[in-house]
């Protein structure tokens, strides 16, 4: 059944500026000088990473991500392992789980003490051609998030383009919800994960997977899954068109050539920017009127040059009465959440709050 709208664009604790109206000017004001020299480093890497023939020299990418290791034994509160989730592919994950006396206790139907705590798949960022669940940013990021949320997190690790292009990611995505399903999840998870509260989650290229794989579980049956809500972090759009938000803003981060470039990576190679895995509100979008969707939360920043297509996406599940909220976040780049500092928090305590309202359902 389709839920009614549910519109917020902002937060209790800040001021909220359209982003047709962030002049490129402005830039200095708002992102700290530490993640304008990351950016100024990126683009000036750029070119010794990713090639002009649209392939990645995957040995300086590995030097540029430097990976950790699973912790068995808690660090900062959460323990780590990485478990294989498709043999057939190798497709793997990593097990995120805060410790057990974080983890509070409810009353079972037969009157024992039962500890349960809900369970986010998440997916990381990197224009489908970079990032891993391995990576110390992402590792850090969903610790953090398991830690916050006393939730069992999933990191997949999916594979990249362009050695594996569309519909491969969204492929290997949906495989944890199939492998939740197996007896060998079982044998891997926390007994206090609860299936029947289940979150994707999802930054950039992760944020447009979770819309992929919550319209593909909206297709079939994943029981004991009982997905309650979705969470996209600036996700990665785009199409043919030039949007204002495109040729307006000056990113600190993202380009709009990288994002073109990334594109022309991950989608088949006889396709434009308006395929359906990369305009999701184009001419050739996927039709989700009759998708049974879990509420979705949408992040954006007016800093980042993919925010119209961002709210082109709301405007699409509004218009199909799909319960979405979204944030605005003033002087917000691309991966903002990420960083340390103030936007980040309040984004994070804006997708915990969303998680909480969620977890009160039936």
Not at 20 to 35: C, L, N, Q, T, W
Not at 73 to 94: E, F, M, Q
Not at 158 to 164: G, I
Not at 324 to 344: K, P, Q
Request: aromatic content about 10%; overall charge negative.
């Amino acid at each position: 059944m389709s839920m009614p709208p549910v519109r917020s664009d902002s937060s209790k604790n800040m001021e909220v500026t359209p982003p047709a109206k962030v002049s490129p000017r402005g830039v200095d004001e708002y992102v700290p000088f530490s993640v304008r020299v990351v950016g100024a480093c990126l683009r000036r890497v750029d070119s010794w990473v990713y090639r002009k023939d649209g392939s990645v020299n995957r040995s300086r990418q590995e030097m540029l991500e430097p990976k950790t290791k699973p912790n068995p034994k808690p660090v900062n509160g959460v323990s780590t392992k990485d478990v294989i989730i498709d043999p057939d592919t190798d497709v793997w994950a990593r097990l995120f789980t805060p410790e057990q006396q974080c983890i509070p206790e409810f009353e079972a139907e037969d009157g024992v003490s039962e500890k349960k705590i809900p369970v986010i798949i998440y997916y990381h960022g990197g224009g489908f051609v970079s990032g891993s669940a391995d990576g110390a940013v992402y590792d850090k990021l969903c610790r953090k998030l398991s830690r916050a949320a006393n939730a069992v997190v999933i990191s997949v690790n999916y594979r990249l383009a362009p050695e594996f292009r569309y519909p491969v990611a969204y492929e290997d995505s949906f495989k944890a919800l199939e492998w939740l399903q197996t007896p060998e999840s079982l044998e891997e998870l926390p007994s206090a994960a609860d299936l029947t509260q289940c979150f994707l989650a999802g930054d950039s290229a992760g944020g447009n997977i979770v819309h992929f794989v919550g319209c593909m579980a909206a297709r079939t049956n994943v029981q004991p899954v009982q997905l309650r809500g979705m969470i996209l972090l600036q996700p990665f759009f785009g199409g043919e068109d030039r949007l204002h938000s495109e040729v307006s803003v000056t990113p600190p981060i993202l380009s709009v050539e990288r994002a073109d470039w990334a594109w022309k990576a991950f989608l088949p190679e006889d396709s434009d920017r308006d395929h359906p895995a990369c305009n999701v509100s184009g001419p050739k979008e996927m039709d989700i009127s009759l998708l049974p969707l879990p509420p979705v939360f949408v992040a954006i920043g007016t800093l980042d040059v993919l925010q119209d297509w961002q709210l082109r996406y709301v405007k699409k599940l509004e218009k199909h009465n799909k319960q979405v909220r979204y944030e605005i976040y003033r002087g917000a780049w691309h991966s903002f959440y990420i960083f340390d500092g103030e936007l980040g928090e309040r984004c994070w305590a804006d997708v915990l709050a969303f998680i909480d309202m969620h977890m009160e359902l039936d």
